[in-house]
């Protein structure tokens, strides 16, 4: 990991532990307050608990112009995304997309050709529906590796992120409390409840805090609705397309929904936000990477609404693209901080019971 | 500004603010003139943690109640009897109300607290502390129409028979006279200027470093002595504690304090102790530790104390000094090696049976026949490494300001000043004649901020 950020937040953070004035606004400051001195696995953590909700920022009294020069909410991101490049498992991926938007543009824009290319050559073997343009088996041989390629690579991630923080054998009770806190996006809310400081300067405003959870709970209604299908066609021998009133579109539909208007609104209040409170090289990456999010729900919907035209070949073309390249890109994209974010607050979790 | 406004409001710290905030509900067309450029608004109150608060019962954050005799007796304790008791009574009276009116205004508590400071019951502490209530305040005044106009510098309040009759400020390069119906003066006391503290304290407060923001030069409360504004307090009463002596000139707030002291031994630049370092426990010994500094040689301390207390107290903004032996840490405080080693040696050897020690409380391990004694947490100081901080007086503000009634108002010898009111630390020293309690000053002026603005509106209506 790069010295001169793990300087500089700990360097902050030694001046906010003699402060506390923010002890109630987030994780992160009952877990500094607790250190006396910060090793570096010790500031990785804290770079993984916050939300840059940016609450301590506009409360501090030591940001520039003055002299103590704080700018918490930059340091944490700067060490957070250093660390996930570090830890990505292979490495240069990371470095790659976790702050170049163009990148992930190239990636996706490659998936749609490898897609439209296994469309051309593999073609249907006489199926229904989407199968019509790519048989079912075909589909599996693309994405059965490249859903398990992400998950192999996140594990020998997190496992290195383990380590460096210093993490210990895992209990049920450390991972409840922290699937709550992610639950609620408690510290999307400032401790006092009335959401974060993310778009306009010190207004307290839960937009963000929503938006994000739209995301989330969206990206798990979609993730669902894929799973839900595959047992309806292994364990029923139901197949595609279903219609309306079944698991799959019931879960898609209102999952792909929250999912385009929540990756635009995360996108509007990233471009309304003040960049200098986040670590700017990241800036590209995560834009990218909404787009790329955004896109995938978008083109889903799409492929629901066209299904039966002649457009439904390129639409699906298209959707598939953007899935795999969606998928290959988790472990290194911005994607990947939903699992540290997780493994971080299991960690609090058992330093607070320690 | 092409509306003339009712009111002008000088400075924009907590007093100012809640004076804006209900001028501007009772109706009024209010500006707020404030010298700081907005990165830097808010005065002391940027700096500010908490309100102590009068309560019959559990109220908002507060556990339990607190008294308007015990919270008057406090404050009895910390002045030694120097303050106006009508005045330090209606603040006192005042604060239960305060605290759910500043909820509504968009201020935050904390829910509890941990760390040394456990004031639960007296003092409510701020969520994300001072710059976040000053925020929640201009947002808030905003809202209601008022306008305020930053690196707004107010030079002169033209006193004219009993009233003022103009105000003058420079803003963007450029002089401003304006005609509010009233004038509320808000804006510190004037430690920020070295020339004035200097006239006051003489020489040494040359040296003294200044807490807060370095804006409160007191440029008004001068202009409105001169005048013959009517004053109160002590040029030379401030409330000054002993801080880290490397600390910003300027600003440095609450992260350069130091909670070594009881586990230490404090001597002066000659390495000769010179207080009882166990007197008392925070806040107490906190608030006198700044005018002992201030009576040494180059008004600096040293604070001395060995591996075993280093994680007693609060962590602190910059690292001690280290060293393996006393000598080391003298040559690298610039302190006289043999002489250090000397009066550690006499401490030691007074130093009598340690097994009563706690770090929390007044502990009675006491030091025998050494002047002057060290009446608590007296552990020899013999486990290498050593560790040393300077000290300096630091000043939060001043004392010397402006006489008020119980209705905020501003008096000549000839009476009242019909359109002019003061509020916070400007005339802090109306009840405070000395000493400090932790959070009253924004008791004072949220209370006071509150009166003025009201009697201010009203007048103006």
């Known amino acids: 990991m790069q010295t001169d950020l793990i300087t500089e937040l700990r360097r902050q953070s030694e001046i906010c532990n003699a402060c506390r004035y923010c002890e109630g606004y987030c994780s992160v400051f009952p877990a500094l307050h607790r250190e006396r001195a910060f090793a570096e696995g010790d500031l990785t953590q804290l770079a993984n608990l916050c939300h840059n909700c940016r609450g301590c920022y506009y ?17 944490l991101a700067e060490v957070r995304r250093d660390s996930w490049e570090s830890f990505a498992w292979p490495a240069p991926a990371a470095r790659a997309f976790q702050s170049h938007g163009l990148a992930i543009a190239a990636a996706t824009v490659l998936g749609f050709a490898l897609l439209f290319a296994a469309i051309k050559a593999l073609g249907n073997a006489g199926g229904e529906g ?18 398990l390629f992400p998950l192999a690579s996140i594990a020998f991630s997190l496992r290195a992120y383990w380590r460096h923080v210093g993490g210990k054998r895992l209990r049920l009770s450390h991972v409840t409390a922290a699937f709550g806190s992610v639950a609620r996006m408690r510290d999307l809310a400032a401790g006092h409840g009335e959401g974060c400081n993310f778009e306009e300067e010190d207004r307290f405003s839960h937009a963000r805090r929503y938006a994000h959870q739209a995301v989330m709970y969206g990206f798990l209604l979609c993730f669902a609705s894929t799973a839900s299908g595959t047992v309806l066609h292994y364990g029923f021998g139901l197949h595609a397309p279903y219609p309306f009133f079944s698991l799959p579109k019931l879960l898609g539909v209102p999952g792909g929904l929250m999912l385009t208007f929540g990756t635009i609104a995360m996108a509007w209040l990233k471009l309304k936000a003040d960049k200098n409170l986040a670590d700017a ?14 896109f995938v729900a978008a083109s889903g919907l799409a492929l629901y609404w066209l299904g039966g035209t002649a457009a439904m070949a390129t639409v699906l073309a298209l959707h598939l693209g953007a899935v795999l390249a969606f998928f290959l890109l988790t472990p290194f994209s911005k994607m990947a901080h939903g699992f540290y974010r997780l493994a971080a607050l299991i960690r609090e979790e058992q330093n607070k019971q320690a | 500004m092409s509306t003339p406004h009712d009111i002008a409001i000088i400075g924009g710290g907590n007093a100012a603010l809640c004076a804006a905030i209900t001028a501007a509900e ?22 500010t943690r908490n309100f102590r608060c009068m309560h019959s019962g559990p109220l908002g954050p507060l556990v339990e109640s607190y008294s308007e005799e015990e919270y008057f007796a406090d404050l009895m304790k910390v002045t030694a009897g120097k303050t106006d008791e009508a ?10 109300e305060c605290l759910p009116w500043m909820e509504a205004h968009g201020v935050r508590f904390q829910p509890s607290l941990s760390g040394t400071l456990s004031l639960a019951r007296t003092n409510a502490f701020f969520m994300g502390g001072g710059k976040s209530l000053v925020n929640a305040y201009f947002r808030t005044a905003q809202a209601l129409g008022v306008e305020v106009l930053y690196e707004a510098a107010v030079t002169h ?14 803003h963007e390069g450029e002089s401003h006279r304006i005609t509010p119906k009233a004038v509320i003066v808000a804006s510190g ?70 909670d070594c002291v009881p586990f230490s031994i404090v001597v002066n630049k000659n390495a000769e102790r010179f207080y009882d370092e166990g007197e008392d426990v925070w806040p107490k010994r906190y608030a006198i530790w700044g005018r002992l500094v201030a009576a040494q040689p180059d008004q600096v301390g040293y604070v001395i104390i060995d591996s075993r207390s280093l994680n007693l107290f609060m962590p602190s903004v910059f690292p001690p000094l280290k060293a393996d032996t006393l000598e080391d840490l003298a040559t690298q405080m610039g302190l006289p090696p043999a002489k250090l080693r000397e009066t550690v040696e006499g401490f030691n050897a007074a130093c009598g049976d340690t097994s009563g020690f706690h770090p929390t409380e007044l502990d009675g391990v006491a030091t025998q026949g050494l002047t002057p004694p060290k009446t608590n ?32 108002q501003c008096a000549t010898e000839n009476g009242p000043i019909r359109n002019l009111w003061a509020a916070g630390e400007t005339m802090a020293g109306s009840i405070l004649g000395q000493g400090y309690l932790a959070g009253y000053g924004m008791t004072i002026g949220t209370v006071f901020g509150r009166i003025a603005g009201r009697e201010a509106a009203a007048y103006a209506n």
């Not at chain 2, 209010?30 to 907005?38: G, N, R, S, W, Y």
Request: charged content about 20%; glycine content about 10%; proline content about 6%.
């Open chain 1, 59 to 75: 409360a501090c009294q030591y940001t520039a112009p003055h002299e103590f020069d704080l700018n918490l909410p930059k340091a």
């Open chain 1, 130 to 147: 989407f199968y019509a343009a790519l048989s079912h088996n075909a589909m599996v041989a693309i994405f059965a590796p490249a859903f």
């Open chain 1, 281 to 294: 090289k990241a800036f590209g990456g995560e834009m990218g990477f909404i787009a790329l999010l955004g």
């Open chain 2, 26 to 47: 009772a109706g009024a067309r209010v500006l707020i003139l404030e010298t700081a450029p907005k990165a830097y608004r808010g005065g002391n109150s940027r700096h």
């Open chain 2, 87 to 96: 005045l330090a009574r209606l603040a006192i009276r005042s604060s239960e």
């Open chain 2, 157 to 170: 309040l033209e006193l004219a028979d009993d009233q003022i009759a103009w105000v003058d400020y420079t």
């Open chain 2, 189 to 258: 006391g004037f430690q920020a200027d070295t020339e004035w503290l200097t006239r006051a304290w003489g020489e040494p407060a040359k040296n003294f470093l200044i807490r807060g923001t370095p804006y409160n030069r007191g440029v008004v409360l001068a202009d409105l002595l001169d005048q013959g504004a009517l004053s109160v307090g002590d040029p030379t009463q401030c409330h000054a504690v002993a801080i880290d002596g490397r600390a910003p000139k300027f600003d440095g707030g609450i992260v350069t304090r130091l």
């Open chain 2, 377 to 408: 947490w007296a552990r020899p100081i013999t486990t290498p490494p050593f560790y040393g901080y300077s000290l300096r007086t630091g000043v939060t503000f001043t004392y010397l300001g402006l006489k008020v009634d119980e209705t905020a």
